[in-house]
């Protein structure tokens, strides 16, 4: 390709030596594309092969005063402002004489390449030819005087390949079971948490300055399960909380735990989310709520559901507790100031709480509009 470039390259060189100029921006542009495109082809293979590399660093040393008249004549061409404007048939002449020494070394690059890849060719051709005369010599001498060999031969690699098979099912369901595990330790634990403890190393504790609380449980849980066998307090909890795991999803919070009929989401914990956590939180309360007012409770038909809410942002320390059954935990005062808030708070319908979290969403603006102006 090179080779091909430089042609035309020498094709528009003469032209403008005849001329004197380009008189056509197309020329022009034809010539500079040329050689910019020559001298990309010959810069790759340069760094491709070692055999043209040197073989072009030694043309230039022998043809030092040849390169530098190619390149001021190129540079000439370039600027499209020859020394003669009306055109010279002597310039002509010396461009044609000097890029035909530059093709030649192209041609001479061309042919030492060619020799080393017919040496190479040759001698990978001889490791083959040999290695399969001596396949075929070591079959025949086989065929010929072990056939036990050869059957012997045939069912260990039958039960190499059943065994590979097995090995290969067996691969397939441990991996399986991996990404089944790995799924279930990451709704345990948060990712980065369980990838450090998967890796033993120890998990230190960690604090987050800002972050949002969601706290909530079931209103009259006691008198409720004490007229619920053990199987209908399970599914009344299984409902619910099915409920508020469907609504997780659409919103930037993480779930923390649920502890009887408490149950306990963070936003802004393990990974901060700037200033959105408090109207994730109160998004998802405001789901939470819907949903909930349309759920029936199993055993006691005609019976909906009661919950009170509490939520509370601040900072919290955040870390694993335990080793055979490891919790990501949160300290702190935000955490025991968002129990006393779900604990204290009244069960309200869906728009008495739309109002008061509509309050409270004003009160945190008009805060943070004052802790920005100061």
Known sequence: MGREYIDRELSYGIYFYSKGSFRDIRNYVLFIESQDTANTCLEAARQYSDVIDKTYEDSLKMMNTTQLEIDRMRSEVRLNKSSIPEGSAKLVQIWISEMNIYRQVIENIQQALTVKIDTVLQKRAYIVFNGLVTSVVVFIVVAIFSPVLIYSAYLLTSRIQQYSFKIAEKTQALNRNKKQSDALLYQLLPQPV????????????????????????????????????????????????????????????????????????????????????????????????????????????????????????????????????????????????????????????????????????????????SSFST
């Open 194 to 369: 369980a990838e450090q403890l998967k890796r033993n190393d120890f998990v230190s504790a960690e604090q987050f300055v800002d972050c949002t609380i969601l706290l909530s449980d079931i209103v009259g849980f006691t008198s409720l399960s004490s007229r619920s066998s053990p199987y209908q307090v399970v599914e009344m909890l299984n409902t619910l909380f099915s409920c508020f795991d469907c609504r997780l999803s659409n919103y930037d919070v993480y779930k923390l735990e649920t502890i009887g009929d408490g149950y306990m989401v963070v936003s802004g914990v393990p990974t901060t989310n700037g200033t959105r956590h408090a109207s994730e939180i109160a998004s998802l309360a405001l789901d939470i709520l819907h949903h909930t007012k349309q759920l029936k409770l199993p055993q006691f038909p005609g019976m909906n559901y009661k919950i009170r809410i509490g939520c509370h942002s601040g900072p919290v320390v955040a870390g694993v507790v335990g080793s055979k059954n490891p919790k990501y935990c949160l300290f702190g005062s935000t955490v025991r100031v968002a129990e006393l808030m779900e604990s204290s708070s009244e069960s309200k319908t869906l728009k008495y709480f739309q109002r008061i979290m509509k309050s409270n969403l004003i009160i945190l603006a008009s805060l943070f509009m």
